[in-house]
């Protein structure tokens, strides 16, 4: 049962074969047994997960179950949740307890869901291997000596290990898809404004997005149901998004007449010709489905990296200017006054990346440097989302790596911040262009696993979600469980 | 691309040690020259991008939609009196 899907756990409770609170208990023993070794969760309070168990099954005693009934997720330690701690994984954070939940946790909350405990991120979700959290580094349960991607890389370790059936992470330039893919798990990062961004600590206003890290296709389509949709307190959630019948999505089970689209500029030089044979495989599986593959070129695809580098740190070092340790957050000790205040809790209370992030945005919009950076990279923004309208003008879907390499040791990178950063080279166009995406394993390279990325146009998100489901009937790599954490279901 | 990491540390009301300064200088002249690439890059008449989609921003009535929550948002500062924040004296 531990590695079963979401779905499963639900038909299971829905023939009264388990509770709630069978269920929440299995992974909370779980979560005792392996955190340890994988550092996935950075908070855990098993008598209020208990509690909200309890009070599930006694909802579904007397009411029709909700769509999320009494099912564990783990959610991401950037999501403001009024029980218990919320870091954000920064020192700055240390002790603060958020007043409200965010929007996406009440959501979860009114559908029934058990949320259980914070995982482990990059701080503020600046990262892509997880090593810069305040709390340590996550394990990547396929190989504990490698990290599991990042930012949300407590979500997916969670997940992968079966220490929680499904997690919420955010992705603001890969952080959910990058993970997912470098674990073994899916992930799905919705269009830009079809998830409401209240009560998620902001990093990157334009760019960030919540979305579930699950076992299965459906499991993900169930999540996003449940959380999607606009809401008044997100200017930038959208109101008149098409609406989707997201399970009906999932039942896809071949390609035919779908036409998948193959960027050139995603297989160069630089990715793991291992990682390269599994995904050329699945493409040739896709055809065998049904589907045609059709060459197709995203030509500034190359400019996606350093626009991201410009306009995420930028829209960082504005966002996290709230940090001066007057309404909340870490002060520093018998401060001088005013701006040594500011200046010397900021310094202790964020770490080298996040300083990193900070520093480069600020520079990109200091004065005189403002329309050399930031405005020259939203106009190349304004490009590469053109290449996507011009390629989705031949093709109903487009199928790429999610990441050129797999899972890295720990500590392989971290003295190379712009190494690091070309890590995300595939997933970052489809966040600058604010389109859905989504990661699923295809495969392994010397035993760790491949992630296949699908990108749809914007509110397309049933296409991605029946490729994915179709490849997923087709194949078993989803049922893959790394040994030593008790697979055996 | 040499860049007064102090001077931009001060913009961002960091206050960075020497050897923090002397380690992060480097680091933002690589992460800057690298982005430097979108400098040769035609944008003439390319309108840039504010949201993905375009959207407009939206409107609302302007409504009181929940209650005074001082107490609650108080109890998470540093250092609270009277219902107000308190900082280090700004005016002698």
Partial sequence: MPFSSLSHIQDRLNHGETTAVEVATLYLDRITEHNETLNAFVHIDHEHVLAQAKASDTYRAKHAPRALEGLPIAVKDIFCTQHGPTRCCSK???????????????????????????????????????????????????????IPGGSSGGSASAVAAALAPAALGTDTGGSI??????????????????VSRRGIIAFASSLDQAGPMTRTVKDAAMITSVISG???GDA????????LDWLAACSQKDMKGMR????????????????????????KQCEDLGAELIDISLPNTNLAVAAYYVIAPSEASANLSRYDSVRFGHRCENPEDLLDMYT???????????????????????SGYYDAYYLKAQQVRTLISQDFKDAFEKVDVIATPTSPITAFKLGEK????????????????????????LSQPCGFAEGLPVGLQWIAPAWREDVLLGAAAAYEAATDWHTKVPTGFGGES | ??????????????????????????????????VDQLAAVNTDGIKPTAHPHDAAMPLRANVVTNDNQRDALQAVAPKTESGLYVVPKVIE
Avoid at chain 1, 344 to 354: H, K, L, N
């Fill in chain 1, 92 to 146: 700055i954070l240390e002790g603060f307890e958020a007043p409200y939940d965010a929007h996406v946790i009440t959501k979860l909350k009114e559908a029934g869901a058990v949320l259980v405990g914070k995982t482990n991120m990059d701080e503020f979700a600046m990262g892509s291997s997880n090593e810069t959290s305040a709390f340590g580094a996550c394990h990547n349960p396929w190989d504990t000596s490698r």
């Fill in chain 1, 177 to 194: 898809r990058q993970p997912a893919s470098l674990t073994g798990i899916t992930g799905l990062k919705p269009t830009y404004g079809r």
């Fill in chain 1, 230 to 232: 606009h809401d008044a």
């Fill in chain 1, 236 to 243: 930038t959630s959208v109101a008149d998004a098409p609406e």
């Fill in chain 1, 260 to 283: 998948i689209g193959v960027p050139k500029e995603y297989f160069v030089e630089g990715m793991d010709a291992e990682v390269r044979a599994s995904v050329e495989n699945a493409l």
């Fill in chain 1, 344 to 366: 010397r809790s900021r310094d202790e209370g964020f770490g080298a990346e996040v300083k990193r992030r900070i520093l480069t945005g600020a520079f990109a919009l200091s």
């Fill in chain 1, 414 to 437: 971290t003295d190379d911040p712009l190494t690091m950063y070309l890590s995300d080279i595939y997933t970052i166009a489809v966040n600058l262009a604010g389109l859905p995406g």
């Fill in chain 2, 1 to 34: 691309m040499d860049i007064d990491v102090q001077k931009v540390a001060m913009l961002a009301r960091i206050r960075l040690t020497d050897d923090e300064a002397a380690e992060l200088g480097p680091q933002l002249s690589e992460i800057l020259g690298y």
